[in-house]
């Protein structure tokens, strides 16, 4: 089963798994990170650029790759996950921007996008740490409700809901593009290690049925249930309806130091 670690904070998560991909960092200089972006990992990224200037971590070899990005926005969007994840992430740690990938949204050989960003990974080594969001429909990536469990780099639909959440990044909700390339869930599954992160009572039916509902493509967040290392960090309100809480507390409270997360 996953691990679910309930925290008091955002500010808490951030510090849990920014200290662990650091370390990741110290043990193995050219570790493979999968970022995500939206709000929920932006502490984790705070926490990590702290560490990195503190205690000098290297990561000039760090190689990584983006969960996904929209279709169809010009060359340099700022609401680009390509942009978001350079002022993010890039810039701040202090990674090689020419290490980090995005699949390429640009219309022209977005057929060919998906496989080539497989190939990329795979290339790679594949990923060592997947960090992972999930939205309100259960997305993980954007994979929304019915993506296969078995998919890959794709070009999705994006629903109307998840549209609208992400409207708060556009001038205007019709600006928030239709479609989507995203790793596949079955890319997703590939990563060593899952860290899946919610915050705030909007996401707690999401992360319930991601952690302890039926393995199911109607909740594409319950893929992770398939997966022999997933940690999952919550604060009490993304917790709220999860019905094994006492026993992850339990289980946290006794967990042996070396262990890790
Ligand atoms: P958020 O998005 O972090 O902005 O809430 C998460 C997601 O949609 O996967």
């Not at 670690?5 to 050219?30: C, H, K, N, Y």
């Not at 600006?175 to 060593?192: D, K, N, S, Y």
């Amino acid at each position: 089963m996953a691990e679910v670690i309930i925290v008091p904070s955002e500010q808490e998560a951030g510090r849990l798994v920014g200290d662990a991909i650091a370390d990741l960092i110290t043990d193995r200089p050219d570790a493979v990170l999968g970022l995500a972006t939206g709000s929920t990992p932006l502490a984790v990224y705070r926490h990590l650029s702290d560490r990195v200037r503190r205690d000098g971590v290297d990561v000039s070899r760090v190689r990584g790759f983006a969960l996904d990005e929209y279709v169809g926005l010009p060359a340099g969007h700022p609401e680009s996950y390509r942009r978001v994840i350079e002022r993010e992430v890039v810039e701040p740690v202090g990674f090689d921007p020419a290490r980090i990938q995005v699949p390429h949204g640009d219309l022209e050989g977005i057929e060919t996008a998906g496989e080539r960003y497989e190939a990329a990974i795979r290339e790679a080594g594949g990923i060592d740490l997947q960090i992972l969001g999930i939205g309100r429909t259960g997305h993980i990536g954007f994979n929304e409700p019915g993506s296969s469990l078995a998919s890959s780099t794709r070009v999705k639909t994006l629903t109307e809901e998840t549209r609208a959440d992400n409207a708060r990044f556009f001038d205007s909700p019709e600006e928030v593009p239709m479609h989507c390339i995203t790793q596949g869930i079955g890319t997703i599954l590939r990563a060593r290690h899952l860290v899946l992160l919610a915050f705030g009572a909007a996401k707690a039916e999401a992360v319930a049925a991601a952690v302890e509902g039926p393995v199911s493509t109607s909740a594409p967040g319950s893929a992770v249930q398939l997966h022999p290392h997933v940690t999952v960090v919550v604060d009490e309100a993304a917790a709220a309806s999860l019905s094994q809480a006492p026993y992850y507390r339990h289980a946290w409270a006794n967990k042996p130091a070396w262990q890790g997360i």
